[in-house]
T-cell receptor, first 110, second 124 residues
Framework: QSVLTQPPSASGTPGQRVSISCSGSSSNVGSNTVSWYRQLPGAAPKLVIYFNDQRLSGVPDRLSGSRSGTSAFLAISGLQAEDEADYYC???????????FGGGTKLTVL | QVHLQESGPGLVQPWETLSLTCTVSSGSVNDRNYHWGWIRQPPGKGLEWIGSAYYIGSTFYNPSLKSRVTISVDKSKNQFSLKLTSMTAADTAVYYCARHIHRMAAAQEWFDPWGQGTLVNVPS
């Protein structure tokens, strides 16, 4: 059971916009910044969004991050086949005094 | 561009100690701007942060693993390492090392870049 809650799956057709949620609490998402990672099959995770909404250099502007209260969101617009991957959110947790990850969301491009 | 590479055994017997090393290239573990962390991923499951270390030797660990974990930094070899004691089948996972940006005062918290990962199997 992960401290941060993500939907296990999400899907969309090419060109659509999808949003992945990351639900936490006042001790993590509500008070600390969120980062997002993309993991392609068989590969290591890669940072795509940091500081809630900052894109890492080279990440297309189709990806955007946001935070509202104790939830964070990763939105992907203009969905492409290459976006098919697992996505994880992460944040510092003040109560646990450590980093917590979401359980991951598998994004399928139909 | 900083590159990280994990190394260590692919098989560890039950109740033995896992020792992994992460070699940093095109960057320095001495860089006071960064911590150095370990994250693991059991087959087919999600990511779990294990712990992180700073070049001066300070460390912080996942509370659920704290009693079994030691992370250290070797400045002379530009490496950092993970030791996890009393391994069981539940510790079977891909182990990743990563550069950890951890600046609480600035609310900066993320991992970038990551190593390619190394699979560690503990037979049941």
């Amino acid at each position: 059971q992960s401290v941060l809650t993500q939907p296990p799956s999400a899907s969309g057709t090419p060109g659509q916009r999808v949003s992945i949620s990351c639900s936490g609490s006042s001790s993590n998402v509500g008070s600390n910044t969120v980062s997002w990672y993309r993991q392609l099959p068989g590969a290591a995770p890669k940072l795509v969004i940091y500081f809630n909404d900052q894109r890492l250099s080279g990440v297309p502007d189709r990806l955007s991050g946001s935070r509202s209260g104790t939830s964070a969101f990763l939105a992907i617009s203009g969905l492409q086949a290459e976006d098919e991957a697992d996505y994880y959110c992460a944040a510092w947790d003040d109560g646990l005094n450590g980093v917590v990850f979401g359980g991951g969301t598998k994004l399928t491009v139909l | 561009q900083v590159h990280l590479q994990e190394s260590g055994p692919g098989l560890v017997q039950p109740w033995e100690t896992l020792s992994l090393t992460c070699t940093v290239s095109s960057g320095s573990v001495n860089d006071r701007n960064y911590h150095w962390g370990w994250i693991r991923q059991p087959p087919g499951k999600g990511l779990e942060w294990i712990g992180s270390a700073y070049y001066i030797g300070s460390t912080f660990y996942n509370p659920s693993l704290k009693s079994r974990v030691t992370i250290s930094v070797d400045k002379s070899k530009n490496q950092f390492s993970l030791k996890l004691t009393s391994m069981t089948a539940a510790d079977t996972a891909v182990y990743y090392c990563a550069r950890h940006i951890h600046r609480m005062a600035a609310a900066q918290e993320w991992f970038d870049p990551w190593g390619q990962g190394t699979l560690v199997n503990v037979p049941s």
